[in-house]
């Protein structure tokens, strides 16, 4: 694309060749033989250890950290330390080189090094970091506090964190009160909640003081429908800023305004993503169909009522202790289904969809 390309009257066909290029590629193959392909095994081989095994995490890289009784590589290590301080700080700091804390990641990403760190009060304002020119960027992820509040504090903002259940006072009070009898694990405050101890939150007391109800987890997984005609023909006149716009306010529902709702008013529900145009939630079975009703409401409420933009969603209900991957299938497969719901390929090929499927009825 030429800078001429995004002035007025000529971006709509810089859009339409882009869409064109994009549908060429999804149907190519890899071309992972070609005579260009790049190079993944420079020195790859040499980095195995016969007396290590291999990642327990991806059962492909050489086996570097020990986790508890297993190896697993640097990157995975990296992940699990990502996940774990995302849910304990709100600031992310970029720099030229380590700065060696035990919040900083091992592998650099492009040649640039990235930590963890709290808020101001607990890590200072970062100016001898800066003083010194290794300081590149500090990004804050931390979520709304209130819904009249402005979203700054002074640094670059990046909505990548997402709601994780803590154990709360009442948690405590209602384990004493033998609510989580059957789970295994005991709840300390401050700690994430297991899903063995979601499925347990929608539980209610009956007239005698019984704990009533069944324990069961809700996934909950959806996405924005047609979000590529919507790019395509649903802006009138099209320009590179109102694309832009387009593309951040759809993003912020999901990234901003999910986790909010879900801090404030659902908070046994575990994001495992949110962002783009697609979410994927879990938690108690009862909770998560209110909360999935209550997202139809003021996402349709956001778009200004605009009845051609609209999500689809597939529940799936399943006891505790089924692992992760399987449990996204199960959604996985209820969101098809409700997008396949009111499809007719004869009539029209971009359906209106605008469907949930929940207890394998759409």
């Known amino acids: 694309a030429a800078c001429n390309d995004f002035t007025q009257g000529k971006f709509s066909d810089l859009m339409k060749r882009l869409f064109e290029q994009l549908e060429k590629v999804k149907l190519r193959r890899f071309d992972l033989c070609a005579a260009q392909a790049p190079m993944v095994f420079d020195e790859f081989l040499d980095a195995f250890d016969n007396n290590k095994t291999v990642c327990a995490i991806d059962g492909r890289s050489p086996g570097i950290v020990a986790l508890e009784d297993k190896w697993i590589s640097r990157l995975a290590a990296d992940q699990i330390q990502v996940g774990e301080h995302l849910t304990k700080f709100e600031r992310l700091l970029l720099t030229r080189e380590s700065i060696g804390t035990r919040t ?64 709360t ?3 405590l009070l209602e384990q004493k009160d033998r609510k989580y009898a059957d789970v295994e694990e ?11 101890h979601l499925a347990y939150d929608d539980r209610q007391k009956d007239e005698k003081g019984d704990w009533i109800g069944i324990s069961a987890l809700m996934t909950l997984k959806g996405d924005v429908d ?64 209110k909360l999935a009703q209550r997202m139809q409401v003021e996402f349709k409420r956001y778009v200004g009522e605009n009845p051609d933009v609209h999500f689809s969603a597939g529940l799936s209900i399943t006891k505790p202790g089924l692992p992760i991957n399987y449990l996204a ?24 969809k605008n469907a949930v499927t929940c207890f394998g009825h759409s």
């Open 104 to 167: 900083s990641l091992t592998l650099p990403i492009f040649g640039f090094h990235v930590s963890f760190t709290g808020d101001e009060d607990k890590s200072g304002k970062f100016g001898q970091l800066a003083r010194d020119g290794k300081l590149l960027r500090v990004v804050d992820f931390s979520l709304p506090v209130a819904a009249d509040k402005v979203l700054w504090n002074g640094y670059a903002r990046r909505a990548i964190n997402a709601w994780i259940p803590k154990v």
């Open 169 to 171: 006072e009442q948690d």
């Open 186 to 196: 005991k709840l300390e405050l401050g700690d994430v909640k297991t899903l063995n």
């Open 226 to 289: 047609n979000l590529g005609i919507i790019f395509q023909r649903g802006i009138g006149a099209p320009s590179f800023a109102k694309m832009a716009a387009l593309s951040r306010q759809m993003n912020a529902f999901f990234s901003i305004w999910l986790p909010y709702l879900c801090q404030k008013e659902f908070p046994n529900t575990y994001t495992v993503f949110a962002g783009g145009d697609d979410f994927f939630l879990i938690g108690p079975w009862r909770s998560t169909m």
């Open 329 to 352: 299938d199960m959604a996985e497969a209820a969101l098809d289904k409700a997008k396949s719901y009111n499809f007719d390929p004869k009539k029209d090929k971009a359906a209106p």
